[in-house]
């Protein structure tokens, strides 16, 4: 077995040396600038991590990695389009720095990229492979579209907006663990069970995001604390305030989401005071709680050695108390 | 053997009980759209004649042909946000009738629709189909991005050009037929002929269209003759007599490219009467045999009966003598 160092050493490695391509160059320089922004390198130490778990050779896994890698890169290239955001991991989105039409083109050039990495698996697991790519994928641009039509929408409820995150963000962190199960070997039901895992441990790792976003030590937390507030995005928090909130409370709270004229630092004070006064907070966090369990619950029945499901379990755990 | 109508029906009667997918109806609906909105389908139906001429079964070949056309219509609405256009065939285009970001993602999920339409092959033709696949469609990202950087590029020659076409438009016809072939039967030097076969019938063809699009019937055409002169586009036309005007040609050609403030008919009358004078129309259909030539002598080398090639060769015949 190999730390999550150790893989996550593969992957900057193998990210290092990958060519995506040359010509046309406003094609491709785009595309290694965002791959070389950096990153945590989650998803695709994931696939090498249920690799690894099921007993296979990691080099195996590292094209397929780096795939799902691509593939991530792919969605922030085109989301910041759409969210027209000006940075990404501090530095310029590629709309911003070349232009919209390049950052559309360049995206789906790496769309295809990602399959073409994604097929560097051995013949007998190439379908299961790439079904389960594409399911992931078909899932994530449902998530963002979802996501999208949140922001006009008046009434989304936790249900709505837990099967949000669960596309937009969980089910990739569940295909990266699948395919890298299969690729380890892993039967049918463990690579499923091992889906359930990740999409569970996504959920709730969303939910930490959201709880962060507000309450996260600045100083570790990399995004601007507050951010979400400011920009009324319907978070767990938010959401769960709305559904809570009566009287006065009710009134100040809608008196902040209509404010187009307001100190910023007011504002997220205001409404994380009306976050504690509802203890939305304590709500969020027993939701992500609730699945962490589920996603450990998940790893009983996976036909691996205690001491192997350990490391797995504890990935989990570091995950969810991060605080950036 | 099929008929084209006979192909050409499998694929209309296929695509009118395709569905794409559910919720969010506002991912879906704009796919369901542009796949309504028709054209002469000629992509998949190279696909299932490929299949045909090498004797296979063509209901096998029908998912991997609309994958073609999905592919083909994904390309289109992304394009269509990069040019700005308000119209595709005579209807609203999906950024104009949706919003730019919605076109962004449902292109991006068609995308992935493609690849799973795409793998609906043999398990032993699975890895050949779908590298044949991935590769056309980076070549039509590549010249997408060639075709958008010539809009400021001054000096662009004909073999840039050609190259251009090439990559943006024949190479889907090249892979749609090797696609086509793989699943016939054919052995590899086969679908690789006719691969060949189908880039040198497409470059002829954008060729066609270039002549078309300033000399053809406005009755027949179906887009506004004289559009690519109004938009100074880089066609064959306008490169070739750019190279060959000189004095008060030339001068009075920089003219009505640098003009902002004109009659439309006036300058594609006076532009078309340059292109006369310096006889590119002649040129433009000397390339355009050349590369026709160049089409039908690859059939020569496949491992086929005449009669059964003659059908490829008039159905290449007929694509080039349309008159819209």
Redesign the interface.
Known sequence: MHTIPQLQKLITDALAVKKY?S??V??YEPIDYIMSLGGKRLRPCLVLMACDLFGGDVDQAIQPALAIEVFHNFTLM?DD??DKAPLRRGKQTVHEKWN???A??A???M???A??LM?QVN?SI??QV??TF?DT??GV??G???D??FETQDNVDIAAYVNMIRLKTAVLLGGALKIGAIIGGAGADDASLLYDFGVQLGIAFQLQDDILDVYGDPEKFGKQVGGDILSNKKTFLLIKALELAQGDTLTELNHWLSATDYNPAEKVAAVKAIYNQLSVKEQAEEEMNKYARMAISNLRWIGLDEERKSIIAHFADDLLVREH
């Open positions: 391509g010509t046309p406003e094609l085109h389009i759409m919209p039409n390049i559309i083109l995206g789906d050039v769309m295809v990229e399959n073409k097929m013949d190439l379908r790439l079904d594409n994928a078909v641009c449902e963002q579209q979802i999208m039509n």
